[in-house]
């Protein structure tokens, strides 16, 4: 199957401090990619649409000045946690579908953890 | 929206048995139904997926089965094996749009 890499598989960070999540599409160009949340044993909540070339679609709830994304080129997409604070540990996953059939292919995923 | 549910949360098997997970969906117009593994500390893998113009995928110990009529599909896994523990993920989402809307999830024991 088509390849995702996520860049940092994990980091640890000082409340108050910005994080930035790497997304890239390894054999396969993504004008779209998607960047989920996943809390402890619970499922996949979507955040936000990256559409490259323009801006990124948020999910309801969601706080684009929290979570800033930006798709900079046809293989990467970034999720930038701004301010960072506790409660925005998790565990951050981003996802690319191909663009004939349409599968969603994840990446390794992002434990943020803040202190 | 889409809403889709699956059962059971939690299910726990000995080696060699079968294992059967359960999802119904909610919005008829969804036509793409796709299950996902995740391993502790890792990222959902697809591992099967099926199109409304079947009604049964196999891949080796693997299957899905669809009904359109009912709503619901499910994942088969016969002889299970102990690295097949994990957490099972259902999904659905109408190929004309791009948001995929995923069931609660499933953990998967197997136990030796």
């Known amino acids: 199957g088509a390849v995702v890499s996520q860049h940092p598989s994990w980091v640890i960070c000082k409340s108050g401090t910005s994080v930035k999540i790497e997304c890239r599409s390894l054999?396969?160009?993504?004008?779209?990619m998607f960047w989920y949340r996943q809390f402890p044993k619970q499922s996949l909540m979507l955040m936000a649409t990256?559409?490259?070339?323009?801006?990124?679609?948020?999910e309801q709830g969601v706080e684009k000045d929290k979570f800033l994304i930006n798709h900079a080129s046809l293989t990467l997409s970034t999720l930038t946690v701004t301010s960072a604070h506790p409660e925005d540990s998790s565990f951050y996953i981003c996802?690319?579908?191909?663009?004939?059939?349409?599968?969603?292919?994840f990446g390794e995923g992002s434990r943020l953890t803040v202190l | 929206g889409e809403n889709v549910e699956q059962h059971p949360s939690t299910l726990s098997v000995q080696e060699g048995d079968s294992a059967v997970i359960k999802c119904t969906y909610s919005?008829?117009?969804?036509?793409?139904f796709p299950w996902y593994k995740q391993e502790l500390g890792k990222g959902p893998q697809l591992i099967i997926d099926?199109?409304?113009?079947?009604g049964e995928k196999k891949d080796q110990r693997i299957a899905v089965t669809l009904n359109k009529t009912a709503k619901h599909f499910s994942l088969h896994i016969t002889e299970t094996q102990p690295e097949d523990s994990a957490v099972y993920f259902c999904?659905?989402?109408?190929?004309?749009?791009?948001?995929?809307?995923f069931g609660t999830g499933t953990r998967l024991l197997v136990s030796p």
């Open positions: 099926i199109r409304s113009n079947v």
């Open positions: 996802s690319a579908p191909t663009g004939g059939s349409g599968e969603l292919f």
């Open positions: 990256s559409n490259e070339g323009s801006k990124a679609t948020y």
């Open positions: 999904a659905a989402k109408n190929t004309g749009f791009q948001k995929l809307v």
């Open positions: 054999d396969f160009q993504a004008t779209t």
């Open positions: 919005d008829s117009a969804s036509n793409y």
